[in-house]
């Protein structure tokens, strides 16, 4: 279950207690694993981006497994669901806290739709999900988390947020 789309402070804090050795060996056979260099520092961004990271392994997994579509697309849909949700959490608290940047992280977030929506349809068309799709979106999120989300990190922590 996804962590809910709440409050900034609502966040729950997230659990998990695997030795650093377990820890290494499981993200080697991970496709994303979580690194806390994807950490932004506001909790509830965090946990909705470890979520994102979470759905794209478990998508992965399933691909891997040649899981049948329709599970496949229930992830695709779960997938699109959550980022608009996200993407409407970060862009509020664009706006509540006045980041100047925000037109440009949108086009960004609309980019990232966009590439998820075609994904969906084409799948949803009959057309095979692959491998290479799935990593080009790993990519995408992995940059788009380590650049341009931590690029509004200094202005929400000067405005009182994180």
């Known amino acids: 279950m996804p962590p809910p789309l709440t409050?900034?402070?609502?966040?729950?804090?997230v659990a998990g207690k695997i030795g650093k050795k377990q820890r290494r060996e499981q993200d080697?056979?991970?496709?994303?694993?979580?690194?806390?260099?994807?950490?932004v520092g506001i909790a509830e961004i965090d946990e909705q981006h470890r979520w994102l990271v979470e759905q794209t392994n478990a998508l992965h997994q399933a691909l891997q497994g040649e899981a049948p579509q329709e599970q496949v697309g229930a992830l695709l849909e779960g997938l699109m669901d959550y980022v608009?949700?996200?993407?409407?959490?970060e862009e509020h608290l664009f706006i509540r806290?006045?980041?100047?940047?925000?037109?440009?992280?949108?086009?960004?977030?609309?980019?990232?739709?966009g590439q998820v929506m075609?994904?969906?349809?084409?799948?949803?068309?009959?057309?095979?999900?692959?491998?290479?799709t799935l990593e080009l979106?790993?990519?995408?999120?992995?940059h788009h988390i380590l650049?341009?989300?931590?690029a509004y990190v200094a202005h929400f922590?000067?405005?009182?947020?994180?």
């Open 97 to 113: 806290l006045g980041y100047p940047d925000t037109e440009a992280h949108q086009a960004q977030h609309n980019l990232f739709s």
């Open 147 to 150: 650049k341009v989300d931590k």
């Open 118 to 132: 075609s994904l969906l349809s084409r799948h949803d068309c009959g057309e095979t999900v692959g491998a290479e």
């Open 7 to 13: 409050g900034i402070n609502e966040a729950p804090a």
């Open 157 to 162: 922590r000067a405005h009182g947020l994180g």
């Open 84 to 89: 608009m949700n996200h993407f409407i959490v």
């Open 28 to 39: 080697r056979m991970t496709f994303m694993p979580w690194k806390q260099a994807l950490e």
């Open 137 to 142: 979106l790993k990519d995408w999120l992995t």
